[in-house]
C-alpha cells in the first residue's frame, strides 16, 4: 500500500509555499463592473509503486511519486459562469487531460464542460456521485476570510474521494481559492494529491463573451442529464 506519510510531507511543504505566498497579503485587484479575472495554479502528485528485479533475489518495489503542474486563466462573467483556461503544462503526466483540461463550471446550471481537444468536449454534473459533506476551519488567504468545506463520494470504480476547499465569503467569486483532493484506491492506498490555488484574482469591466460560449465545429457529449 502507498504510505501517507510522503503526501503528508509534500502538502505541508505545498502549503507552506501557498500560504506564505497569500497569507493575510491581498492579491485581489477592484476595477469595478462584477465580473471577475485571475490565475490559477494545479499541481498533481501521482503516486504508485514500480517493481525492480534484483539478480539472485526476490524483486524490490518502490513507492513512485510523479509531479505535474499546470496553470490557467479563469474568468466569471456577470451569470457566475467560469472559464478555465489552460495556459501551461510542466512535469510527468503525459496521458489525457481528462479534468485538468480547459473548462466552463456553470454554477447554476450545475454543469462542467471539459474541452479535451479543439473539437470535441464533455459536459457532465458538478455533483455526479452521492456526497458526504462536513466543515474545516477557516483560513485566511489573499485578503479574505474563507470558509472550509470537505466532500467525500465515493464513484464508479469505487475509488473514494476526498476534497477540501475554501471559498473567500463576501464575494461573488463562485470558486474556490484553495481546494486539496485525495483519491484512493479500491485498496484505500493514495494514488493521487492535488493542490490547487487562485493565485491572483480581481473584478474587471468586461470580459470576451465568446469565452463563455462553445466554439463552433466542437462537438459536446452531454452527460448531465
Not at 66 to 75: A, H, S
Request: net charge neutral.
Amino acid at each position: 500500500m502507498t504510505s501517507e506519510l510522503p503526501a503528508r510531507q509534500i502538502l505541508a511543504v505545498v502549503l507552506g509555499g501557498v500560504l506564505l505566498c497569500s497569507g493575510t497579503q491581498s492579491h485581489a485587484v477592484d476595477s469595478g463592473g462584477d465580473q471577475w479575472q485571475g490565475r490559477y495554479q494545479l499541481i498533481v502528485f501521482d503516486f504508485g509503486a514500480r517493481t525492480q528485479e534484483v539478480p539472485g533475489g526476490p524483486p524490490e518495489v518502490y513507492q513512485t511519486c510523479l509531479q505535474t503542474d499546470f496553470g490557467y486563466d479563469v474568468y466569471q462573467n456577470h451569470l457566475g459562469v467560469v472559464r478555465y483556461v489552460l495556459t501551461r503544462r510542466t512535469g510527468a503526466r503525459k496521458d489525457s487531460l481528462g479534468d485538468f483540461a480547459s473548462k466552463l463550471v456553470d454554477h447554476g446550471g450545475g454543469t462542467v464542460t471539459l474541452f479535451l481537444s479543439p473539437s470535441t468536449a464533455y459536459r457532465g454534473r458538478l455533483n455526479q456521485f452521492p456526497i458526504t459533506t462536513g466543515r474545516l476551519e477557516s483560513r485566511r488567504l489573499l485578503g479574505f476570510d474563507c470558509k472550509g468545506v470537505e466532500i467525500r463520494y465515493e464513484d464508479s470504480n469505487h475509488f473514494k474521494h476526498v476534497r477540501q476547499t475554501w471559498t473567500a465569503a463576501q464575494t461573488t467569486f463562485k470558486e474556490s481559492l484553495l481546494e486539496i483532493g485525495y483519491i484512493y484506491d479500491r485498496d484505500r492506498s493514495l494514488r493521487e494529491l492535488t493542490v490547487g490555488v487562485i493565485t491572483q484574482f480581481g473584478k474587471v469591466q468586461s470580459i470576451e463573451p465568446s469565452l463563455f460560449e462553445i466554439p463552433t465545429g466542437v462537438s459536446v457529449s452531454d452527460e448531465s442529464r
